[in-house]
């Protein structure tokens, strides 16, 4: 089968997809850089202890990181988008490579701190899009037995972002059972999951930046431009003639 068989697709906007084109990364040689969003304002907060957990790893593997603190962002669209944390916010994300979304279920859900910040970060101002074809890993901390409501919606909700959610997640039951006084992790195989998924977003990373333009280049929006581009051509030409 070849393209010239495929009546309803147009040729011109097909993208040469081979190996060649992939290995073609742009040279990126700084450290990966990570933001972690958790979805908490308690004092004692698991989600934020699991989310410091996973910068020190992160920072171990060679990352650069930075931890947004949600307190005193505005609910969306109760303050403008020129509101400091507001514009904190999407600072981080444009300097950021990759994220870590680490929220606690309530309501067998992600919380509403977690999905606010999400909200308060645009898919697209003009030709940028903030998180498009960055990495994503999705932890979760619960009160009760093991879950991955918030997990799941996240995964979802960083499709949306049109990020790359990695395969491997963290789900942490009884989230009180799992820290020492000073917040931190005591060693179990839930640790080591936060370990392999830590690994995996520094591996995906490193693969994915360099090439996110290219990755999520798509067929249909170089054919709309192309043809908004060829339309407004003809108008211009028209208005001359
Ligand atoms: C309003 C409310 C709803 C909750 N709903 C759930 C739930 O659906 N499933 C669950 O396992 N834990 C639930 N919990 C427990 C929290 O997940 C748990 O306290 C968690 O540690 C909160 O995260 P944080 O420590 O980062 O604040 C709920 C807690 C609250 C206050």
């Known amino acids: 089968m070849q393209f010239s068989d495929l009546p309803n697709v147009s040729r011109e906007d097909i993208s040469n997809v081979s190996e060649t084109q992939l290995a073609n990364a742009e040279p990126i040689t700084h450290a990966p850089r990570v933001l972690l969003l958790y979805g908490s304002l308690r004092e004692r907060s698991?989600?934020?202890?699991?989310?410091?957990?996973?910068?020190?790893?992160?920072k171990a593997y060679g990352a650069e990181t930075r931890v947004f603190n949600p307190s005193g962002l505005p609910l969306p669209d109760d303050a403008d988008a020129s509101h400091p944390k507001v514009t904190e916010l999407r600072d981080?994300?444009?300097?950021?490579?990759?994220?870590?979304?680490?929220?606690p279920e309530r309501h067998g859900a992600m919380t509403g701190v977690m999905k606010s910040q999400i909200d308060w970060i645009p898919l697209s101002t003009g030709a940028?899009?903030?998180?498009?074809?960055?990495?994503?890993?999705?932890?979760?901390?619960?009160g009760g037995s093991q879950s991955f409501n918030a997990v799941n919606?996240?995964?979802?909700?960083?499709?949306?972002?049109?990020?790359?959610?990695?395969?491997?997640?963290?789900?942490?039951?009884?989230?009180?059972?799992?820290?020492d006084d000073e917040g931190r992790m005591k060693p179990s195989p839930l640790y080591d999951r936060v370990v392999d998924v830590v690994e995996e977003l520094v591996k995906f990373t490193l693969m994915v930046r360099g090439r996110s333009d290219y990755l999520v280049d798509r067929y249909s929006e170089r054919k709309a431009t192309r043809e908004k581009n060829s339309a407004a051509s003809l108008a211009a030409r028209d208005?001359?003639?």
């Open 92 to 103: 981080l994300c444009a300097w950021s490579e990759a994220h870590v979304w680490c929220s």
């Open 46 to 58: 698991y989600s934020r202890f699991l989310a410091f957990e996973a910068e020190r790893l992160l």
């Open 239 to 241: 208005a001359v003639a």
């Open 153 to 179: 919606q996240m995964r979802v909700l960083g499709r949306w972002m049109r990020m790359v959610t990695i395969p491997n997640q963290s789900s942490v039951p009884k989230a009180y059972l799992e820290f």
């Open 128 to 142: 940028i899009r903030p998180t498009q074809g960055k990495t994503l890993a999705l932890l979760q901390v619960s």
